[in-house]
């Protein structure tokens, strides 16, 4: 969970996963997700594997079955006997060889993903309440299929960005270069918008061009209108069509989408092209959003003349930010995929 200062706003951010674990790692997993393993409850801050690591740089391995709350884990985990010389900032070194261990004998069903920006403290449980929901859902759509393979069905929730949910990931066969060739145009937008308001990407470097126009198209449909995404060559400059009805009226707007780094402005070149093409159609308007910024020639010759020609207006990347931010505030984000078949042979 990451606090966003600049808003003021809670982002909520979790994989949620549904495995098929073997019966004689489920304990284990409950331990690594911080649950007593014999008096179901969670675990003390003092129990937790990551507190001992102060102790255990300097404490003799002969002793560490003495040292309290330690001796659960070397019973679960005989393995942490063998971890090598401690390094002063790796206290990962201890969780994550555990998690790799638990991950590569469990199957991966299903992974859900939940991205929300929550409008203040008072509505954090709401998250673990959308987590707590989503395994029971699962577990009432998939759980009679995975038991009949003989293993227990285990439903989690986890910080996307950790250690754990990207062991999982790519046990599913997720791999960053798959993710960057999904379509974004069946997602649902809150979604999209959520995991962006988390800030930890720039679209540029999680988006291709293509993925960028499905993320507009998912904006402006998230704000009221039906968008059609072109073809990707040969479009005129017309990345997006978006339709709704004003008074009664059909207003037609064309949308140019430019996925560009921060510091690559869309040039006047480009924005006298589309002007050309929106009053060459005679749509109402058109719609130019970037990941970046406008020239200042291109928006001062937009303004001086492009306007006689075509009603045009810019989006750059902060306020296209800001119109994510809105769609994020009041839409809870959640995408739930099942991996392939293919995938699943090979687990």
Not at 73 to 101: A, K, V
Not at 154 to 165: E, I, N, R, V, Y
Not at 254 to 259: N, V
């Amino acid at each position: 969970m990451n606090v966003d200062g600049a808003s003021n706003s809670i982002i909520c951010d979790d994989l949620i996963a549904a495995l098929a674990v073997p019966e004689s790692e489920t304990t284990k997993l409950d331990l690594l997700l911080g649950v007593h393993p014999t008096e179901n409850r969670p675990l003390l801050k003092t129990e937790e594997l990551e507190s001992f690591y102060p102790a255990l740089r300097w404490l003799h391995r002969d002793k560490w079955d003495d040292f309290p709350g330690l001796g659960m884990w070397l019973q679960h985990f005989p393995e942490l006997r063998n971890i090598g010389t401690f390094d002063t900032d790796s206290r990962r070194e201890f969780t994550d060889p555990l998690w790799r261990t638990i991950i590569n004998q469990c199957e991966v069903v299903r992974l859900g993903y939940s991205f929300r920006r929550l409008r203040d403290f008072g509505q954090a449980h709401l998250n673990a309440s959308l987590a707590r929901d989503i395994q029971n859902r699962l577990a009432s759509e998939q759980g009679r299929r995975v038991l009949a393979k003989g293993k227990s069905f285990f439903t989690c929730s986890l910080p996307s960005a950790g250690a754990p949910a990207l062991l999982l990931e790519q046990k599913a066969g997720l791999s960053q270069t798959i993710k960057r060739r999904v379509g974004l145009d069946n997602i649902e937008p809150g979604f999209l918008s959520n995991y962006l308001a988390a800030g930890r990407h720039d679209p540029y470097d999680l988006l291709d061009d293509r993925q960028f126009e499905d993320l507009v198209s998912l904006l402006y449909r998230a704000e009221g209108w039906e968008t059609t995404v072109t073809p990707s060559s040969n479009d005129g400059g017309k990345d997006v069509i978006a339709r709704r009805m004003v008074d009664g009226i059909e207003v037609k707007t064309y949308i140019q989408a430019k996925c560009y780094r921060r510091d690559r402005p869309v040039g006047i070149r480009l924005i006298k092209e589309f002007v050309v093409t929106v009053a060459g159609d005679e749509v109402d308007s058109g719609v130019m959003v970037t990941t970046s910024h406008f020239s200042n020639p291109g928006t001062k010759w937009l303004s001086e003349k492009g306007a006689k020609f075509a009603e045009v207006s810019l989006i750059n990347g902060k306020q296209l930010q800001q119109r994510l931010d809105v769609v994020a505030a009041y839409s809870p984000g959640l995408f739930v995929l099942s991996p392939t078949e293919e995938t699943m042979s090979k687990t």
